[in-house]
């Protein structure tokens, strides 16, 4: 055995990017305040209807700020609090730290009580946060790097002690010391961050992947060939899976696709008729009839105006509301510009601009909601999807 003890710490992050995140994190916590202030800045002090517009970029600014501040205080934090591993020629001490619930776990045990070593490739993120490597040299943002999981004894349960690295020395140096203890080697492929859960105990148990391994020659060498071997297998799976998915669609009759734009139909004309209703609310507005300001009546005008586009489409589909809003955007533009007077400050021209806001307000909280839910929705029946892939293939197999 060693006459000295090996030491594994988590590194900190290299200084030339630690001060990097730090001043392009506070550079855009500058410009969300900026996204902040700026709106509510213009819309108290000029009066213009145009200017609440620039109210969009609230929420931006507050979402932007939000996700800096918070991955800026994530970085701190981890770079102050730092997993480490001992080993002597006696015993192990490690000291872990969870990132959600801010809290260590420390322990100390025999090297007696080791049952058994698995050793896997984990992901690290941002290598070149923490990889060192000479002025010019490239580092790769993601890469496989190896770790052990050791399963020692503690009174009547196992419990797993993981070790990680940033260079194959570094692992090989343990792997010769934990060859001395005469416990079985297993290569798995399975790996996850959570380091002090029981999900990564009964991953390593349950991975279909293990293979046991010998202390004899060069582990990290013998590591590779598995590892090569396993991914053949996983890709061969993966391909006769999407080519059963591929003869399954085949199988199935082609659904029919609705095309938005070519089952417009006659609802183009709620585009033409909306150039009659604000020359006519223009010129309501400029006789003293209508409140120029009050944005009641474009909002009725905006709503039944997309019911009508609604009805009288082709076929309806979900990308139509966004045709609606967008085109009703983009013509009220339009007609604003076209209907401009030196007096913009006139009560048809305030009509006019009260009508854009609306129709732009209909962009942000109608359009973009709809492709939020879209999207989440299409997410949703691509898992469902897939969970029925999976279950057919098992019971084909």
């Not at 001043?23 to 700026?38: N, R, T």
């Not at 040299?137 to 990680?164: A, S």
Request: glycine content about 6%; some cysteine; hydrophobic content about 45%.
């Amino acid at each position: 055995m060693s006459t000295h003890g090996l030491i594994q710490e988590q590194r900190r992050i290299q200084p030339f990017y630690w001060i990097f995140t730090q001043l392009m994190s506070g550079l855009g916590m500058l410009i969300a305040l900026a996204m902040i202030v700026g709106p509510i800045y213009l819309v108290t002090i000029f009066t213009e209807e145009w200017l609440w517009l620039t109210l969009i970029l609230l929420p931006l600014g507050l979402w932007l700020f939000y996700v800096l501040w918070r991955a800026l205080r994530r970085y701190a934090w981890k770079n102050r609090h730092l997993d480490r591993v001992e080993m002597d020629d006696y015993q192990v001490r490690y000291i872990r730290w969870n990132p959600e619930t801010r809290e260590s776990e420390e322990d100390v045990f025999d090297r007696s009580a080791i049952q058994r070593v698995y050793m896997s490739r984990y992901t690290m993120k941002n290598a070149h946060f923490y990889k060192k490597a000479k002025f010019g040299e490239h580092v790769m943002l993601y890469q496989f790097l190896p770790e052990i999981h050791i399963i020692y004894r503690q009174g009547m349960q196992n419990k797993i002690c993981t070790v990680r690295f940033y260079e194959g020395t570094e692992a090989k140096a343990w792997l010769d010391e934990l060859s001395s203890q005469d416990v079985p080697l297993t290569f798995t492929m399975y790996s996850n961050d959570k380091l002090d859960s029981e999900e990564l105990s009964v991953g390593l148990e349950e991975d279909p992947y293990l293979e046991e391994a010998s202390w004899t020659g060069n582990v990290l060498l013998q590591y590779e060939a598995y590892h090569e071997r396993r991914m053949k297998m996983i890709l061969d799976q993966i391909e006769s899976v999407q080519s059963a998915k591929i003869e399954k669609k085949q199988k199935k009759a082609p659904r029919k696709k609705v095309k938005a734009f070519r089952n417009v139909g006659w609802a183009w004309l709620v585009f033409a008729l909306q150039w009659g209703i604000a020359i006519l609310l223009k010129e309501q507005a400029e006789q003293g009839n209508l409140n120029p300001v009050s944005s009641l009546i474009p909002i009725v005008v905006y709503v039944i105006g997309g019911v009508i586009f609604g009805l009288s489409t082709k076929t309806f589909v979900w990308k139509h509301v966004l045709i609606y809003c967008i085109f009703t955007a983009v013509n009220l533009v339009i007609i604003s510009v076209s209907f401009y007077s030196s007096d913009d400050m006139s009560a048809g021209a305030r009509m006019l601009d009260t009508m854009g806001v609306v129709s732009f307000l209909g962009v942000l909280f109608v359009a973009l909601p709809l492709i939020a839910y879209h999207y989440r929705l299409t997410a949703r029946k691509g898992l469902l999807y897939k969970n029925e892939d999976q279950s057919s293939t098992t019971q084909d197999k």
